[in-house]
């Protein structure tokens, strides 16, 4: 039962991680490797953060903010510097690990003694005590569900049209007498603050901030994106973000369950394997609706 | 109304493959003028439109909307007043985006796109109507991805969406080639029907001389980045399929091709 708990609570967690990595990936079609630093960023300004005694809470937004900025300047590199996408967020990602370094000051911050959105005196005199176990689920839920209702609300905005536009035809947007540019970077931002937030309570939930811990976070994100979008893809009372939130549960569900049989070690490996099969499995199937029609 | 002065026009500049298009260009288009371009592959057809909304820029030269210089203005900025149809039917709309959402997206153009709904709903009556008009059925579709409708479809939708807001200049692509003729027909006539309508000036390159001839209110040729042939209202309905289609014949055979 624990076990299941914990799957879940990851999932959703990554959950919002996989939000952020929709956004650049399905609606920006923008390969975004910046996720990989911005995640851990997120978890290095809340270690920075808690360790100071701010209140935990206060780091969510502050989280998002120091995300969509380094999303911002991934926006920048690309849309000013004309430099290509994949390449825009590498350079982000490289640099990034050395400003989380900075940021929290060595490569492993722990935070097992201090509060956090799930521990401290507020919820505990609000929870009562038969839910204690599930604080963590609930919370991160109920987070969650936050980030995608949000996201759902802001798609339906005139910004929400046009960022949807610019990634399927930049074009338009240009005709539409909008900068293109300037569209890009917003989506960039609002990709990359959704990451970092991932990381902020990730960072939370694990107690422990590590410097490598963003490393294979684009692959998790595209993952829990490409598996909630290829099953859900005839399900047309699902929204997307939804799919991505239960694919991202059934993601991490698929790598404890592989991780049972193999040792810690393996993990990366695994995570790998799974991505390469999901992602062959998806094509197959794309394959197929073109052979109907 | 729009002019272009003395434009120079150079591709690859400063490398072996440098080719000069347009050398002193002029070209004057008066308000309420549909004027028709015709030319074989290469005249710079195509390179006067983009150079028109700014889509490549220029080496030497100036661009007037009335006495206005815009030649440094941005093409995102110019196309405040500029509605464009491309010869790619997919160029003017949003696949994976609802027939009803494109309709709104093009009726916010001009404004800012802020956080307010993106839809809306007391407008949804003018897009049925506005669609109903292409006697295509779409006005029953609004919920349909504009990505499934075939290719006249969008070209009929990005038509209407290039003209929804209030807007001077109509720029026309080739909007016609991709389609089949007889949609190729209706959205010519529609063009015509929109360009009368709003009083719009518009400039539409083809390879169709039929439309060349049938349509618009003056015709140019152009040749190897020069004007061979320009016809003004009467001149222009005076004028015989047989003598266009003559001078398109010297051109090629000069050409070689």
Redesign the interface.
């Known amino acids: 039962m624990d076990f299941a708990v914990s799957i879940i609570e990851q999932g959703l967690i990554y959950g919002i991680l996989a939000l952020g990595v929709y956004i650049t990936y399905k609606i920006l079609d923008f390969p975004d490797l910046t996720v990989d630093g911005s995640f851990p960023l997120g978890a290095a300004i809340t270690a920075a953060l808690i360790t100071r005694g701010v209140n935990p809470y206060f780091t969510l937004p502050l989280a998002f903010l120091s995300g969509a900025a380094a999303g911002v300047c991934t926006g920048f590199i690309h849309v000013k510097g004309k430099v290509r996408d994949l390449l825009s967020g590498i350079i982000m990602m490289t640099a990034l690990w050395t400003i989380n370094l900075y940021i929290a000051g060595t490569a492993n911050v722990p935070l097992f003694s201090k509060d956090s959105i799930f521990k401290n005196e507020l919820v505990d005199s609000v929870l009562p005590k038969s839910l204690k176990p599930y604080r963590t689920l609930l919370i991160s839920f109920f987070l969650v569900v936050l980030c995608k209702v949000l996201l759902d609300l802001?798609l339906?905005?005139?910004?929400?049209?046009?960022l949807?536009?610019v990634g399927?035809?930049d074009?338009?947007?240009?005709?539409?007498?909008?900068?293109?540019g300037n569209v890009k970077i917003l989506g960039l931002a609002i990709a990359n603050g959704l990451t970092a937030l991932a990381g902020c309570v990730f960072a939370q939930e694990e107690r422990v901030f590590e410097i490598s811990m963003g490393t294979g976070a684009i692959v998790i994100g595209l993952a829990n994106v490409i598996i909630g979008t290829s099953i859900f893809r005839r399900v047309t009372f699902l929204k997307t973000t939804t799919a991505v939130l239960i694919g991202s549960v059934i993601y991490k569900a698929c790598v404890a369950a592989a991780l049972r049989n193999f040792e810690p070690q393996a993990m990366k490996l695994i995570t790998a394997v799974l991505f390469l099969i999901i992602l062959i499995i998806s094509m197959e199937r794309k394959g197929k609706v073109k052979g109907n029609a | 109304m729009l002019e272009l002065r003395g434009i120079d026009k150079y591709y690859n500049p400063g490398t072996v493959n440098e080719m000069c298009l347009f050398q002193d260009f002029h070209l004057k288009l008066e308000k309420g003028e549909f004027l028709s371009v015709v030319g074989s592959n290469g005249s710079g057809k195509t390179s006067m439109l983009n150079i028109i909304c700014g889509s490549i820029p220029i080496e030497k030269g100036q661009i007037f909307i009335g006495d206005k210089e815009i030649t440094k203005e941005k093409e995102y900025k110019r196309n405040r007043r500029i509605g464009r149809v491309y010869q790619n039917p997919a160029m003017g709309t949003c696949p994976s985006m609802t027939i009803l959402e494109n309709m709104a997206l093009a009726d916010n153009k001009g404004k800012l796109y802020g956080l307010g709904p993106g839809t809306n709903k007391t407008r949804i009556g003018y897009y049925r109507e506005q669609l109903a008009q292409l006697g295509l059925g779409l006005e029953d579709k609004l919920d349909v991805k504009v990505g499934s409708l075939s290719g006249g479809q969008r070209q009929a939708m990005a038509l209407l969406m290039s003209v929804m807001t209030p807007i001077e200049f109509l720029i026309l692509d080739e909007h016609t080639a991709a389609l089949d003729p007889k949609t190729a027909e209706l959205i010519m006539e529609l063009t015509d029907k929109i360009v009368r309508d709003k009083k719009l000036t518009a400039v539409m390159v083809t390879h169709n001389l039929r439309y060349a001839m049938e349509y618009g209110n003056r015709l140019i040729m152009m040749h190897e980045g020069r004007i061979v042939l320009d016809k003004k209202n009467e001149e222009k309905q005076k004028m015989q399929m047989d003598d266009i289609l003559k001078l398109f014949n010297e051109i090629s055979i000069e050409c070689g091709n």
């Open positions: 802001y339906k905005t005139k910004s929400g049209y046009l949807r536009a399927d035809n074009v338009l947007v240009t005709s539409l007498a909008k900068e293109q």
